[in-house]
């Protein structure tokens, strides 16, 4: 309803124009009227948005600090890696070197308990090898007591000997699990202070913020001397953006609205052209890479993000790039195109004779009703079928007319600065 409203204002303001410029209607003049023209015709899908990079990669401090060195103004190029900003590092060096005395402390208590256990398993290998002698020495003079050889007095100090070796043996093997769990904590402080020492050297990088990607640095929000990275209050706060990356912009895209009512007829891989308001008489081509599922609803309608790519290109007297991240556009969306066929104004469509005594033909599908000049100078009813439209003209698929054939597209009311509307009855 909206494009028809359009199209009315124009017809109208075309007519009074003409009208204006020949100086009003004669007595002669009982119709205005145009040519059926032959030639190239696109039906296109008239949306709006705005222009942005192709990516965009936020910058944040990973820790808390404060900032010591910013490298980095805007609109300035990057490459993936390079410095942008620097945070003061001397709790981290700090930390750093205290973590790796604690691995060196670590390691040295290693070697001791390892040295520990080494003494304690040879004192558990002599302690068994006195037990197996003792219990040698026992089974012997048991033996020897059976025969009448030796008084019991003897085979009884042979069996003291025998729990005397069992009480060292198992105080030797207490030994070996007391120096092992002390080697293992020692290991264990050791594996504590190499992560201390990662954790630091990660801080140590951190305290360097980086580049992320190659582009150019769209935005930055970071001055030396201010306190960045502070600790989230609640598991919902996000840190701050310090820096902005943007892709290179000599190619974005453009996210733009699509109707309801057009998301069918457009298509990825279409065509588009665009203007924005810094460069109007400019023209950018584009094409459809994706139409998103999720809705954008307002009071009144609902509509479906669409992105637009495209090459971006420089101003000739800046050398700056003509479309800017958040540039209005726009856009044309080619959706079909017709080449070499019959064209009617569309201003003729919308006619209807003020006074027409005869039947009017009834038109159905794609057909639609132009008026001719008949012999009698009358208008004549044409019944045509149409294809598509750019606003303007519409293709001509079949009927009774023929290139250069004049339609009637309004009428004088009377006097020299009225005419009849186009679409009245």
Known sequence: ?????????????????????????????????????????????????????VEVRVIQAEIPGVVSEVRVDFNQQVKEGDLLARLSSDMQRVQLRQAEAQFDTAQVAIHAASSA????????????????AARREYETASKSQKANLIPQSKVDSALDLVHSAEAGVAEAKALVAQAEAQRLQAQNNAEVAKVAIELANLHLDKSELRSNMEGVVLDRDIRVGETVGRPKVSLTESSPALFKIAAPLDRMRAIVKVSEADYS????????????????????????????????????????????????????????????????????????????VLLVPNSALLYTPARFDREIPKVEGDQRLVWVLGADEEPQPRVISTGITDGIVTEVTGGPLNEGDEVITGEPLGDSTSFQLPFSG
Not at 4 to 19: D, E, H, R, Y
Not at 41 to 52: C, D, R
Not at 117 to 132: I, N, P, Q, T, Y
Not at 303 to 313: C, G, I, P, Q
Request: proline share 3%; charged share 25%; net charge negative.
């Open 117 to 132: 256990v080494e003494r304690a398993l040879a004192g558990k290998m002599k302690a068994e090898s006195d037990l197996s």
């Open 265 to 340: 007829r457009v298509k990825v891989h279409q065509k588009a052209v665009f203007t924005i308001d810094a460069y109007p008489d400019e023209q950018f081509e584009a094409e459809v890479i994706q139409i998103r599922n999720a809705p954008n609803s307002d009071r009144t309608a609902v509509s479906y993000a669409t992105v637009l790519e495209f090459d971006n290109r420089r101003d000739a007297g800046s050398n700056e790039w003509m479309v800017k991240p958040r540039s209005t556009v726009s856009a044309d969306i080619e959706v079909r195109k017709a080449g070499n």
């Open 1 to 53: 309803m909206r494009a028809f409203l359009i199209i009315l204002v124009l017809v109208i303001v075309a007519l009074v124009a003409g009208n204006y410029m020949t100086g009003g209607n004669t007595s002669e003049e009982k119709f205005f009227t145009d040519h059926i023209t032959q030639g190239d015709i696109t039906e296109a899908v008239a949306v709006t948005g705005f222009a942005e990079p």
